[in-house]
């Protein structure tokens, strides 16, 4: 027997309040984690850009195109090590097979020498540039669609009427697990010269720039952006994380809110907590008045109701983070990266995020069983020896 | 032969509760003196003052005025955390229900005091062997309170009040609960705690059989020793 038993039996004196407060605690694990695996997630592209690549758009919109002729401007910018450039198709699965993915046509004597992080075999590169309506393909997407280098694929798209057909001459693996795989990409002379493209002929969507020196890349965008100045269109130039940012930096009021979600969800349960510990406290008051008799001094009747909270928290923290596991990392996760690949290329609630919400279990712990401890240790011996409960 | 010393002196004390803004003196200059070694009853009518002496005596209350002379401290000058390490070492108590922890056994019931001393746990064990065989309990080790009799309930309290060998013992009516036979087994108990242990035993009680088996006998009556 040592100091921790008392507080670890006690648990077991109102089973059915105990598991159902541990339960509660539980479920608030599995939503802070949740919610912060899906403000991860969302950030995720963002967060792991790389420091050397830069995004060239229209400075007043990413909706609105760039001539062509830009690329070779931008190539001459000292700094600039490579460059490439892409439209956006807004493609579709005719056979709804996948939500949402998204096509790129892009420039395919470039696009792999800037997008590294997406590996292709030098076969596949060297098929792609005789194939005028060659397509490469994310190998999630292969997969959804059940495509193989030779197959044959219909899409369509949201801009451009009609049906487009490809023939599948690669499928690329990601080199960082933040790539999207579900990326579906064709070659940007293949859209310009179709008919259905009349109005955007000789027009790009952005440029993606490698550059030498990642130290630098703030000189280097503002010296793009001084070169376009005085042409019609104006650019912007930002680092790869700001321009991932931008995607969702419309949604930063609502990751804001979603924060503070979680934040109530783990005070809702603190209360609820503390209510359990408090009723605890008050059905024991005679006994706390018996070990205060015997000797027990109140830090140390005060240590037994927080050992008892914090044991309780944590239980609800370490079932909460093995349902995190199980439900997040093992199914939702999964399925989300597989569906949603365009927006959450990585589902995952990292061990960070782990550790923080058995923290904020511990925490809550403590802070539940804070005034109930209090109370017990300041309460008076001969008035809790006369309580009877 | 000499006197034995007092182990126990009280002197000038008054103990004033209020119910609202009304004062209500429960001990009113009440001198006490408790020799060493004794085993004494105190009875009194309810709401005499017992259980407020007793409280005073064992160190959980503190007196309105006067002095409280016990085992050589005075007690109204030991801050709270000195007065709560003093009883630890001083005091034995035995209640009238019992009051043992229900989710632990009769061992860690008799070991709990034992916490807050530095001994090693073979160390504790040993001693709760040897309280528990005292009281007559060594095959009740590992049962819990609910699967004991009221006897033997009161018997392991006595054993957790003993088991940091205390120099006194303070029993609020710790026949209270009890059926004849096993208040008879209770008191024999504590009579040999006191006869062969030494220990000076101060028991409040409203059962004059009860009283019967204590060497010095007092009486309170509205606040004052009779």
Known sequence: MNVTTYPSRNLFRRRGRTILTIIAVMLAVLIFCAIRTFIVAFNAQADDAAADRIATRHKVSITMQLPKHYIDDLREVPGVKAATWANWFAAKDPKERIPFFAGFAVDHNSWFDVEDDMQVSPEMLAAWKQTANGAILGDSLAKTFNLQVGSDVVITSDIYPGEWQFKVVGIYTPLRKTVDRNIFLFRWDFLNNDPRTVYSKEHIGWMVSRITDSIHSADISKRIDQKFDLQDDQTMTVSERAFALGFVGGLAAVLKALNVVSLVILLIVTLILANTVSMSVRERTHEYGVLRAIGFPPGQVRNFILGESLLIALAGGVAGVGLVELVINHALGPMMEANMSGVFQHFFTPRWVLAEALAAAAALGLVAGGLPARFASRLKITDALRRVD | ?226
């Open chain 2, 1 to 226: 032969m000499s006197e034995p010393e007092s182990i126990v002196t009280l002197s000038g004390i008054n103990k004033t509760f209020f119910r609202g803004k009304e004062p209500i003196h429960v001990l009113e200059n009440l001198a006490l003196d408790v020799p060493g070694g004794s085993f004494e009853a105190l009875m009194g009518p309810s709401g005499s003052g017992k259980s407020t002496l007793l409280n005073l005596i064992a160190g959980l209350d503190r007196p309105t005025s006067g002095s409280v002379r016990v085992a050589g401290a005075d007690l109204t000058k030991l801050s709270d955390g000195q007065l709560a390490k003093w009883r630890s070492q001083t005091i034995g108590f035995v209640f009238q229900s019992f009051n043992l922890i229900p989710v632990l056994t009769a061992a860690q019931n008799v070991e709990l005091p034992l916490l807050l001393t530095q001994l090693s746990g073979p160390e504790r064990k040993k001693h709760v062997e040897t309280a528990l065989r005292i009281v007559g309990l060594e095959d009740r080790m590992d049962h819990y309170p609910r699967q004991l009799s009221g006897g033997q309930e009161q018997r392991v309290a006595i054993a957790r009040a003993i088991v940091n060998d205390p120099k006194i013992i303070v029993a609020d009516e710790p026949t209270g609960d009890l059926d004849r036979k096993s208040a008879d087994d209770v008191l024999t108990l504590l009579d040999r705690l006191n006869k062969e242990l030494h220990k000076t035993i101060f028991m409040v009680t409203h059962d004059p059989a009860c009283a019967e088996r204590a060497s010095v006998r007092r009486r309170l009556d509205k606040g004052a020793l009779q």
